[in-house]
């Protein structure tokens, strides 16, 4: 039997070459399932997505999905795509070890945790604030930089890491420090600043976060992924002494003041001080994030 990709409507066109498409998967002439492939969000052609791909259940177990996703590489390819990236729930056992099977390379998880009703206050001598106008034009800088470092160091391109950076700015900070559901809070102990955060309020991820991409994760709500951390920072000469959790503890108690009764992040693979403190406070991966590269 043949398993094809067959186009169910016209490709959508947006805005700087942006294009989509869905598909049939189809057995000789029997449809068994989809995919829905994007291209050109943020960062131009040069990198797609297989934004979904689902298999009936009674033909699953049967290679469909792999025959699929190498159809899917197939179509983005011939769209200019150099880079194709992917998540995967954490409960989706087979599609994990179908990501692995072909390829792909895992670059980033995304973990969230329930709260909490009652979060610890925090320690004697530490003191939180709003981050000043000033304060936030020096950490934009500094912070865009290294995470365009960080994307490139997970393969991303430069040129694409830029892009993609200047692109989540416009769409998470579009009013800057004033940007509705933004809180930047800075971190001091004893008298001294320590480390600052990012809280988005309105559920959404950034490669200027810890690094991912822009992505909605949800409504703000108890039940819903309201609050998200896009970026924690603890200075080198201050790290190793409990200041990154004080931060997390901060952003949980901003959530539960906001009425939010769920927390999101996105880590990086290589973070692994960062995924252990996640983990120490209770945080779960919900999803994983994988790219490969197109030859």
């Known amino acids: 039997m043949t398993t094809t990709l067959r186009p169910t409507g016209p490709e959508h066109r947006g805005p700087a070459g942006a294009r989509s498409r869905d598909y049939e998967i189809r057995v000789n ?19 797609g997505r297989i934004a979904a791909l689902r298999v009936e259940g009674p033909e699953r177990r049967r290679g469909r999905a792999t025959v699929a996703a190498l159809a899917a590489e197939e179509v983005l390819r011939g769209w200019g795509c150099r880079r194709i990236e992917i998540t995967v729930p954490a409960s989706a056992h087979g599609a994990l070890r179908m990501a692995d099977g ?4 895992e670059s980033s998880r ?44 997970g393969g991303v391109p430069e040129a694409e890491a830029s892009a993609r950076a200047a692109a989540d700015l416009r769409v998470l900070l579009p009013e800057g420090l004033e940007t509705p559901g933004a809180r ?19 559920g959404q991820e950034s490669v200027l976060g810890l690094p991912g991409g822009a992505r909605r994760t949800g409504t703000a709500g108890e039940d819903g992924i309201g609050g998200a951390v896009l970026d924690i920072e603890v200075a080198e000469e201050h790290r190793g002494r409990g200041h990154g959790r ?40 919900a999803r994983h994030s994988f790219y490969k590269t197109l030859l």
């Open 110 to 153: 995304g973990m969230s945790k329930r709260l909490p009703r009652r979060v610890p206050e925090p320690p004697a001598g530490s003191v939180e604030r709003s981050m000043l106008p000033e304060e936030f034009a020096v950490w934009l800088q500094r912070s865009t930089e290294r995470h365009i470092r960080s994307a490139v160091a």
């Open 184 to 202: 930047f809070t800075v971190l001091a102990r004893s008298g001294v600043e320590v480390g600052l955060l990012w809280l988005s309020l309105h």
């Open 29 to 47: 002439s029997r449809p068994v399932g989809a995919v829905r492939l994007v291209a050109g969000d943020r960062s131009g052609l040069a990198v």
């Open 246 to 285: 004080e931060l997390m503890l901060s952003a949980e108690r901003q959530c539960r003041a906001a009425g939010v009764g769920r927390l999101a992040l996105n880590v990086s693979l290589e973070n692994l001080q960062a995924r252990g403190l996640y983990e120490s406070l209770g945080y779960v991966t």
């Open 102 to 105: 072909l390829g792909y390379r």
